[in-house]
DNA sequence: GCTTCGCCAGGACGGTCGTCATAGTCAAGC
DNA sequence: GCTTGACTATGACGACCGTCCTGGCGAAGC
């Protein structure tokens, strides 16, 4: 149980951020302040300044997000069960933290559609990165190529638009019907 | 035809650079330089300052969407060509934008889910707005009560989900695989 | 003609931003 | 014990932020 390392606390604390507040309203002075990390070695571990750590925090996201979709399908066999497990996990944290978090690409990707050729690039191969993970889960159960293709992206938009609607309304009903949508796609 | 006054020629830029850019990044000195307005009377229009354009340029986004809506259903009797032209008109808009533009409340939602009240009580207001034409318009189809309140929340979702991910990807393909799946989601 | 008032011009104000330089600390290697 | 180099502390720097103020303009009302 090593503990984890300032640069570390800087990436997972900037995700946290970024989702909740956006790329551009966090600052480094706001973030050192909450990570409890050191002010002063901010661009000592990120020579490339507040666009690397971004980066950094984008492909934390994208792992972890990698990793619940997973947990997901090694969990349940049926395919409408894991896309249920999932997407009631992500309700369960947007509900945990009021409804305040989200997807921590969501955020900056909107932001940053004109600005950053980094951080956009990094939003492309976090939301790339979860459709291959999914569609690869999809075939493994039995879909065919293309239609396997075709209900990964389903799922990636049913997840975003739900976890959106739940942000603006303060509630879990949207990823519920999200979720249950899916499951008639998977069935269809 | 009148011309449109300095008051609404600043709330229709700041619609079109919150939605491009987010609440945060886009500054008054650079809506007034973009809109043409005269920088002077800013606080004149909007003594509420930065938040009260900001509820007033959501309310327009509400508006204009909302139209589409309506017209979307005017012209197509059955909802799933509804749905499937007003996904369409959503995609050429973001193309012709080059993928900067979207949802006019998406990205101001996600940026203040905390941090100013008024400015999400004006993205719920919206989202709900939206929400109620579309169950509308769904029963007038048709559609009985229960059914229609979950499909309209369907359609939401997938637009958002789709409009986010159309937006990473610099493509248009999520948003027809969104019409498709809220078509077969109507028939089913 | 004079006044009133909605609107515009331009800039001051205090604050915060991202960035970076400089000085200091401290444990590991010899 | 000394040196070295990775890390931390502190704050200066210029730029830009939202806000607000004062001064001026021009048309409508009397």
């Known amino acids: 149980m090593t503990q984890p390392t300032t640069r570390d606390r800087m990436i997972s604390t900037a995700m ?41 925090a984008i492909a934390l996201g994208t792992e972890l997000v990698t990793g619940t979709i997973r947990r997901a399908f090694e969990r349940h066999s049926d395919p409408a069960d894991a896309i249920r497990w999932w997407f009631g996990k992500a309700a369960a944290a947007l509900e945990r933290e009021d409804f305040r978090g989200g997807c921590p690409v969501a955020t900056v990707a909107l932001e940053m559609a004109h ?25 493994e159960r039995g879909f065919e190529a293309a239609r396997a293709n075709r209900l990964a992206m389903s799922v990636m938009n049913n997840l975003e638009g739900g976890l959106l609607a739940c942000r603006v309304r303060r509630g879990t009903t949207p990823l519920e019907r999200a979720a249950e949508d899916v499951a008639v796609l998977l069935g269809a």
Chains 1, 2 share one sequence.
């Open 16 to 56: 946290r951020l970024f989702r909740r507040e956006g790329y551009t309203a966090t600052s480094w002075r706001r973030l050192v302040e909450e990570a409890g990390t050191p002010w002063g070695s901010a661009y000592h571990h990120f020579p490339g300044g507040k666009e690397e750590l971004g980066v950094a």
């Open 115 to 139: 600005g950053s050729d980094a951080l956009t690039t990094a939003c492309q191969e976090a939301f790339e990165a979860w459709r291959v993970v999914l569609t690869g889960f999809l075939r």
